[in-house]
């Protein structure tokens, strides 16, 4: 079935760092793909999308390629800021009128100052 | 900017009773949408609702679960016969259509547990 599987664990780094959290898909369509993030407390915002291959989502610093050769849409933002801790999670929508979300586990980001 | 509003944001049920779980989503959007998440877990898709009918389920939502736009505003989520494993953290949504690129607009979620 249709699956996202994002890297193990939580990230912990500090401010002003390189964030990178990876994400690939498995999917027998054409996915849209977007990452998501929950600030403590909150519900899930949408951080970006991308709708087809090679596109590039962007938004508060944050960016992600969607990669058709190694199905991959990961995550980066070159400098990071306190506030920019949270959960963030990767998911995929198929084309096929009905879409449902499939999400990965989500991955905790702590940024110390 | 409109937003996806769930009531209550926690919720402590016997098990065996009946819970339900309200959703207002926005108000120009037509497709509606709740997801669980258990502890730890990934987000699930429960069900996808569009013009007052189930549009698709997953094999989670069996029949305890129901779904309903009982007016025009809200949508609700009913789990009858309430059991220990269907604590979690649901959410509603809602997007403007059901084309893929087409983002879903999330709520902050009612946590529910089950003792």
């Known amino acids: 079935g249709d699956s996202v599987t994002q890297m193990e664990g939580p990230v912990t780094l500090s401010e002003e760092a390189f964030l990178t959290i990876n994400c690939t898909y498995t999917a027998t369509g054409y996915p849209s793909l977007f990452w998501y993030v929950q600030y403590p407390g909150e519900g899930l915002q949408l951080l970006l999308k991308?709708?087809?291959?090679?596109d590039k989502g962007s938004n508060k610093g944050f960016e992600a390629t969607y990669r058709k050769e190694t199905t991959s849409f990961h995550l980066e933002k070159g400098s990071v800021q306190v506030s920019d801790s949270a959960v963030y999670f990767c998911a995929l929508s198929l084309s096929n009128g009905n879409n449902r979300l499939a999400f990965g586990k989500g991955n905790q980001v702590v940024v110390i100052p | 900017e409109p937003e996806v509003t769930q009531t209550p944001s926690h919720q402590v049920t016997q098990m065996g009773q009946e819970v339900i779980l309200r959703c207002v989503p926005i108000?120009?959007?037509?497709?509606f949408y709740w997801y669980r998440q258990i502890l730890g877990q990934k987000v699930e898709f429960l069900v996808s609702?569009?013009?007052?009918?189930?549009?698709?389920k997953s094999e989670i939502f069996d029949d305890q679960f129901s779904v309903e736009r009982p007016d025009g505003s809200n949508f609700t989520l009913k789990i009858r016969s309430t059991k220990l494993e269907d604590s979690a953290m649901y959410f509603c949504a809602s997007s403007a259509d059901s084309y893929s690129n087409q983002p879903q607009h999330f709520g902050d979620g009612t946590r529910l547990s089950i003792l």
């Open positions: 609702f569009y013009n007052n009918e189930i549009s698709e």
């Open positions: 991308a709708t087809k291959a090679d």
């Open positions: 108000s120009n959007h037509l497709y």
